[in-house]
T-cell receptor
Framework: GQQLNQSPQSMFIQEGEDVSMNCTSS?????WLWYKQDPGEGPVLLIA?????ELTSNGRLTAQFGITRKDSFLNISASIPSDVGIYFC?????????????FGKGTKLSVKP | DTGVSQDPRHKITKRGQNVTFRCDPI?????LYWYRQTLGQGPEFLTY????????KSRLLSDRFSAERPKGSFSTLEIQRTEQGDSAMYLC????????????FGPGTRLTVT
């Protein structure tokens, strides 16, 4: 079935550093979403993207919808300890289900205080 | 503004028992989704409802699983004759019917089958 590839799988960063992660698909997507999940909790929606090339910010988070429509990027600026968690990309592809989102396996972010 | 709520948060059951989970979506949302998440994986789609109609079911939803949304508000997910492989986090999400695909998740129900 359809899969999304997220990289890196995990990363350790120093507090205050910027973070970049990405998500790629083998097919064209028309919607990209980024979620953050803390242990034992459900994913929390961070940013939604709907147009190729779109760049959207939410505080220190910035995400982009790749122009090829097959990828998306998430950047976190000036990371802080509460940024720790797992970040998931999710998307809906052209001609795909009206209902379900396809998720990546996540990027686990750990911050050294 | 209340978000999506799920009950119970944790459930431990013995293999072969039946379990039922409840999800209450955000009140203005027409669509309700169920996902399953295992350790180290992203959520995987199980099924979704638009109002009370179940519009799509994943092949992951075996015949031991059944979901309902009888009045178009809350939903229940029942697993019959549980197996150890059913151990997972069961997530519920809701969204508006059209315009966006932004799904908002509840805290999940952690199921452990012993």
């Amino acid at each position: 079935g359809q899969q999304l590839n997220q990289s890196p799988q995990s990363m350790f960063i120093q507090e205050g550093e910027d973070v970049s992660m990405n998500c790629t698909s083998s097919s064209i997507f028309n919607t990209w979403l980024w979620y953050k999940q803390d242990p034992g909790e459900g994913p929390v929606l961070l940013i939604a993207l709907y147009k190729a090339g779109e760049l959207t910010s939410n505080g220190r988070l910035t995400a982009q919808f790749g122009i090829t429509r097959k990828d998306s990027f998430l950047n976190i600026s000036a990371s802080i300890p509460s940024d720790v968690g797992i970040y998931f990309c999710a998307g809906r592809n052209y001609g795909g289900s009206q209902g379900n989102l396809i998720f990546g396996k996540g990027t686990k972010l750990s911050v050294k205080p | 503004d209340t978000g999506v709520s799920q009950d119970p948060r944790h459930k431990i059951t013995k293999r072969g028992q039946n379990v039922t989970f409840r999800c209450d979506p955000i009140s203005e949302h027409n669509r309700l989704y169920w996902y399953r998440q295992t350790l180290g994986q992203g959520p995987e789609f199980l099924t979704y409802f638009q109002n009370e109609a179940q519009l799509e079911k994943s092949r992951l939803l075996s015949d031991r699983f059944s979901a309902e949304r009888p009045k178009g508000s809350f939903s229940t997910l029942e697993i019959q004759r549980t197996e150890q492989g059913d151990s997972a986090m069961y997530l519920c999400a809701s969204s508006f019917m059209s315009g966006t695909y932004e799904q908002y998740f509840g805290p999940g129900t952690r199921l452990t089958v012993t």
